[in-house]
């Protein structure tokens, strides 16, 4: 059944150059970025706070070297040493043949990048959903949002889709895909969580046949239902304070209904570890949930259609493009669509990564598309099949995508142009002028 909306005069909340539609790690990038380079931003946001998965789902980790040398810099160097000057991560003590270079905290690195945006000049509107593009002659003139005081518009010359589900390409047409090839399955969701009350000493005192011995009840529990699906099968090297990544979940991140139910079935198996921990792990005794997700983190969802797709073969080639905006490190790492916490990385080691020391590239192709010229999308909604989503998909290389177009959104705008046409060469000169690693770029770029 449909209900017809009558058309109404909808008065003007803000306008400005560039609207970034989601304040999760790449929007923030984009809106500091494009700030930085002189046009005038709005950030709307619609939780409390910016930083999306790795505030809000307590996604912590930072992957920025290709196993021998970091190669992502610009604005995650920037956020990284902010946070690692307030004491709000630790950097591991070599990225000596691993990816993940820091750790951080969520609530700490909320505040770096609220700082960040601020010091930029950049409008942000938290609580604010962004409702329905305004799209008129294959241009987006910006988004309609619900407020306290009724309906508004917020109007702008370029639009950058973050809110990682690419809810404004996908409401304004541009063609998307979701999940795999086979079953339109996306990756497995998952519900983050930190633990406190653990007794160290306990923990500490036990012996690797104690510790050995209480994984394999562990796994047989799993085994006969007892316990939740996982892959990890031992909390015996656990902190306080810290964030599991062991409860995964499976279905369709674009159904509220259904990712209601998933968040709370999510939590209910958190709490299930918990309980079981207790009664058999010495030193949990008295552990406690100290905080789950505040959101249920989510892997997937749209994928909008690009002038470029990034795919497995580009990833693990480590294909280089003209149009490069950053480099990519990540493996394949596809987490099972149907929710048995089984992921590609652990199971096919290293055949899913990209060559030691070596690196794609993230093209800005994969953030325009054909539709609409005045309309981006940056971040995990970018082009990509689900192979190569499975990579690019992380923290790093979202703010890559964000830190490349708000860049070239701002010199579209001085330059009176549109963001497809910003000579790439241009473009790159200004990234690593901003301190953006770009090796290798080929020869026409
Ligand atoms: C459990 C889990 C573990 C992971 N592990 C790692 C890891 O170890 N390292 C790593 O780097 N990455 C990891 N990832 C991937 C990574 O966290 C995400 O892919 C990445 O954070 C996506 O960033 P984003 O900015 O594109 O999207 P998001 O972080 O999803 O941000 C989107 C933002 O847009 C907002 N929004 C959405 N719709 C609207 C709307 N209509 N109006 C206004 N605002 C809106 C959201 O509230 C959110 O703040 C993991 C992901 C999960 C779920």
Redesign the pocket.
């Known amino acids: 059944m449909d209900i017809h909306v009558p058309e109404a005069r909808v008065p003007v909340l803000r306008d400005c150059d560039v609207l970034v539609?989601?304040?999760?790690?790449?929007?923030v990038a984009a809106a500091v970025s494009a700030a930085r380079h002189g046009a005038e931003v709005v950030l709307?946001?619609?939780?409390p706070r910016?930083?999306?998965?790795?505030t809000?789902?307590l996604?912590?980790?930072?992957?920025r070297s290709d196993r021998e040398k970091i190669v992502i810099n610009g604005l995650v160097e920037e956020a990284t040493q902010r946070a690692l000057a307030e004491g709000w991560g630790v950097a591991y003590p070599s990225v000596e043949g691993r990816h993940?270079t820091h750790n951080f905290d969520p609530e700490g690195m909320t505040l770096v990048l609220h700082r960040m945006l601020d010091e930029a000049g950049v409008r942000v509107l938290c609580y604010?959903?962004?409702?329905e593009p305004i799209v008129e002659d294959e241009r987006i003139h910006g988004v309609l949002v619900e407020t306290k005081r009724g309906r508004r518009a917020i109007t702008a010359r370029i639009v950058i889709d973050?809110?990682?589900?690419g809810?404004?390409a996908a409401k304004a047409g541009v063609p998307f895909e979701v999940g795999r090839e086979a079953d339109g399955r996306v990756q497995g969701?998952?519900m983050?969580y930190r633990l406190c009350g653990l007794d160290h000493a306990a923990l500490d005192a036990l012996t690797p046949d104690r510790r050995e011995a209480i994984s394999a009840q562990m796994r047989a529990a799993i085994e006969r239902g007892e316990l939740p699906p996982s892959k990890t099968a031992s909390p015996c090297g656990y902190r306080n304070r810290t964030i599991p990544?062991m409860c995964p979940v499976a279905g369709d991140p674009l159904d509220e209904e259904e990712l209601t139910r998933l968040t709370v079935l999510g939590r209910e198996r958190v709490f299930r570890f918990v309980r079981w921990w207790r009664e058999h792990v010495p030193g949990f005794e008295a552990a406690q949930v100290e905080q789950t997700g505040f959101?249920l983190?989510?892997?997937e969802s749209r994928r909008i259609t690009g002038r470029k797709t990034l795919t497995a073969e580009m990833v693990l080639g480590a294909a280089k493009q003209p149009d490069a905006i950053g480099h990519g490190i990540?493996m394949i790492d596809i987490h099972d669509p149907r929710g048995s916490g089984y992921t590609t990385w652990q199971d096919r080691g290293d055949t899913n990564m990209v060559a030691r020391g070596d690196s794609y590239h993230i093209p800005l192709g994969m953030c325009l598309n054909a539709a609409i010229p005045n309309l981006a999308v940056?971040?995990?909604?970018a082009s990509s099949t689900h192979e190569g989503h499975s990579s690019v998909?992380?923290?790093?290389?979202?703010m890559v995508m964000?830190q490349g177009v708000g860049t070239c959104a701002a010199m579209a705008l001085a330059g009176g142009t549109e963001m497809a046409r910003v000579p790439a060469a241009d473009l790159q000169r200004r990234l690593r002028a901003d301190g953006v690693y770009l090796e290798d770029v080929p020869a026409d770029g």
């Open positions: 539609c989601g304040g999760g790690t790449a929007g709307i946001e619609r939780w910016v930083g999306g998965m790795m809000c789902a996604v912590t980790i930072w992957h993940e604010t959903v962004a409702g973050a809110t990682g589900d809810d404004i969701m998952t983050m990544n959101s983190g989510i892997r990540w940056v971040g995990r909604c998909r992380v923290q790093t290389h979202c964000g």
